[in-house]
């Protein structure tokens, strides 16, 4: 059972960053894919980022330029730097990861708040 631990995340004012960090107990070898979805409140979830096992990067429009995606394969652990930070980027933002079997993994959740 691969185990995703998330951290980072919290509150920061409008133009701020944060770093969130997703470590998977997985080995690097049976990943796929990882990425981060958020869901905010009375909107649709949102896959903000994604990065494949060959280090190819997606982004949502709604974060390009502004988020970054990685990941360290030595720690098996992938983070994402967020900054210019808006009121609409508060969500509970999951770290996500497919594996090469097909399955599909979820982090615990964390909640990111920008006030304006």
């Known amino acids: 059972q691969v185990q995703l631990v998330e951290s980072g995340g919290g509150l920061v004012q409008a133009g701020g960053s944060l770093r969130r960090s997703c470590a998977a107990s997985?080995?690097?070898?049976?990943?796929?894919?990882m990425g981060w979805y958020r869901q905010g409140l009375g909107n649709p979830g949102e896959l903000v980022a994604t990065?494949?096992?060959?280090?190819?990067?997606n982004y949502a429009d709604s974060v390009k330029g502004r988020f970054t995606i990685s990941r360290d394969n030595a720690k098996n652990t992938m983070y994402l730097q967020m900054d210019s930070l808006k009121p609409e980027d508060t969500a509970v933002y999951y770290c996500r990861l497919f594996s090469t079997s097909g399955n599909r993994y979820w982090g615990q959740g964390t909640q990111v708040t920008v006030s304006s």
């Open positions: 997985a080995s690097r070898a049976s990943i796929d894919s």
């Open positions: 990065i494949t096992s060959g280090g190819i990067i």
